[in-house]
């Protein structure tokens, strides 16, 4: 009987047993939610993620350590692993967790703020658009443009495959016109006779391209007679725009002084000799024009007296301007008198020849003597007094400027051309102790006589050419 108790209770104690330790050893990690793969967009933040995870049953659960190995930049796209460690007393468990960093922000494309204009003929169109990516920085170079008809589609993707794309209209317009180009010089000066060399021109258009080969050439240059003449080139594009430019051709002749011509030029320069003139008398006798120097004894046109010979030799007058050029002159007119007998006596010594032809320093309607002459009004005196003593006065009234604000050759060109109109007596201030204004001179010529103006040196029967008195 006992016996037969213990072959029931052993097993049953066996199965208790048995069951205790099943118990026990069902007891392990529990992981809940755990993510074995991330995405995170880069540049934030990254916060630990280990799921949920105890140990123990689903009964009772204990809390464990969890520490965490590995490291992630987050300012760079790529694939990282997290190494989680839990433990519980002395059981642990590891987990590894992929974190990818990525890209998931479009470029932008920029267009400007602008119509877009393409060529009716539709040759070469490209338009302007910029592309900037957050991550990837400058895209420009990778938009790629499509044209379709009248509307351009621009694309663009980013290192991590994010897309922009913008489409904008096209306007089919060309209303820029050809731009010509002349061979050569603008303004051209052939000598009588000489040959006229049509150097042609060059025409590049906004849409056409070079269209050279469409530019009509007219007008006629005939050399052997003096004057203006003018070739036009014109050019019309595909859209219909014309442009013309045209070149003016002077064809002159030398200065014929005995000729009987209704316009004359009088070449005047005050203040020399000086280093440059030298240099105007070999430009006047290639065209044989005479001028007229208006003379000084100041130190700085000393070294030159041999000028005044040569210009006197070569059949220009010698004229009076001052001795001194200082305007203490006008203090009274025995100032004025005893400093212009002292230029008139050089003169005479150089030259052997007694000039009475005179021009004021300042010019007769100069206002600075009146720094000098105490209210007495000298101008008004000295005018009539020149006169009384057999001289003759010239001013000018055409004035080159390079006295004052001009100081380029070409400003000195126009200056005194653009002021020769059809009068019969032109008289021309210079200063041949300027450089650059002396340099005008060769092409004021050549202007001058193709336009049938003959140029004289003043004489004693020369026009009068007076200003009106200012003081
Ligand atoms: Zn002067």
Same mark, same amino acid.
């Given at each position: ?33 755990? @993510? ?46 997290? @190494? ?252 004025y008198f005893a400093d212009l007998y002292a230029i008139q006596a050089k003169v005479q010594r150089i030259t052997g020849y007694t000039s009475m032809i005179i021009r004021f320093p300042g010019g007769s309607s100069n206002t600075i003597s009146m720094n000098y002459d105490h209210g007495t009004k000298i101008m008004s005196e000295l005018t009539k007094a020149v006169e009384a003593k057999g001289f003759r006065y010239f001013d000018w009234n055409i004035s080159s400027g390079d006295a004052g604000e001009t100081t380029s050759t070409a400003q000195v060109v126009k200056n005194i051309t653009s002021n020769l109109g059809n009068g019969s007596t032109y008289m021309v201030l210079q200063h041949d102790i ?7 001179? %060769? %092409? ?28």
């Amino acid at each position: 009987m006992k016996k037969k108790v213990l072959f029931i209770i052993l097993p049953v104690i066996l199965i208790l047993l048995i069951g205790v330790v099943v118990f026990l050893n069902l007891n392990s990690f529990q992981v809940k939610n755990f @993510k074995d793969t991330l995405e995170i967009p880069y540049n934030t933040t990254f916060h630990a993620d280990t799921g949920t995870v105890c140990f123990g049953n689903k009964f009772k659960c204990h809390e464990v350590k969890v520490t965490k190995t590995g490291e992630i930049d987050t300012s760079k796209i790529g694939t990282y692993e997290i @190494k989680y460690t839990y433990t519980y007393k002395n059981k642990s468990l590891t987990k590894n967790q992929i974190i990818k960093v990525i890209d998931n922000i479009n470029p932008i494309i920029t267009l400007p703020d602008q119509e877009f204009i393409g060529c009716p003929n539709k040759q070469d169109l490209k338009f302007e658009a910029t592309a900037y990516d957050e991550y990837d920085g400058d895209l420009t170079a990778n938009i790629i443009e499509t044209i379709n008809d009248n509307k351009v589609t621009f694309k663009v993707s980013d290192s991590s495959g994010n897309t922009a794309e913008i489409t904008k209209d096209i306007t089919y317009l060309d209303n820029a016109s050809p731009i010509i180009t002349l061979n050569g010089e603008r303004t051209l000066y052939v000598n009588l006779n000489g040959k006229y060399q049509e150097q042609g021109a060059t025409a590049e258009d906004n849409c056409d391209g070079n269209i050279t080969n469409k530019i009509v050439t007219s007008g006629t240059v005939n050399t052997s007679t003096p004057g203006e003449y003018q070739i036009t080139y014109e050019v019309t594009d595909s859209a219909g725009n014309k442009t013309s430019l045209v070149r003016k051709i002077f064809v002159y002749a030398k200065n014929n002084y005995n000729a009987p011509s209704g316009k004359s030029i009088y070449l005047t320069f005050d203040d020399g000799p000086g280093p440059y003139t030298g240099k105007l008398l070999d430009v006047l006798k290639k065209y044989e024009v005479p001028a007229t120097f208006f003379v000084t004894n100041q130190s700085l046109t000393k070294n030159y007296d041999n000028m005044i010979l040569r210009a006197y030799n070569e059949g220009h007058t010698i004229g009076l301007h001052t001795n001194t050029h200082n305007y203490n002159i006008y203090q009274n007119s025995d100032t004025y008198f005893a400093d212009l007998y002292a230029i008139q006596a050089k003169v005479q010594r150089i030259t052997g020849y007694t000039s009475m032809i005179i021009r004021f320093p300042g010019g007769s309607s100069n206002t600075i003597s009146m720094n000098y002459d105490h209210g007495t009004k000298i101008m008004s005196e000295l005018t009539k007094a020149v006169e009384a003593k057999g001289f003759r006065y010239f001013d000018w009234n055409i004035s080159s400027g390079d006295a004052g604000e001009t100081t380029s050759t070409a400003q000195v060109v126009k200056n005194i051309t653009s002021n020769l109109g059809n009068g019969s007596t032109y008289m021309v201030l210079q200063h041949d102790i300027k450089g650059f204004s002396v340099n005008a001179v %060769e %092409e004021v010529i050549k202007y001058a006589l193709a336009k049938g103006y003959t140029f004289r040196a003043i004489t004693m029967e020369t026009p009068t050419v007076h200003h009106r008195i200012n003081n």
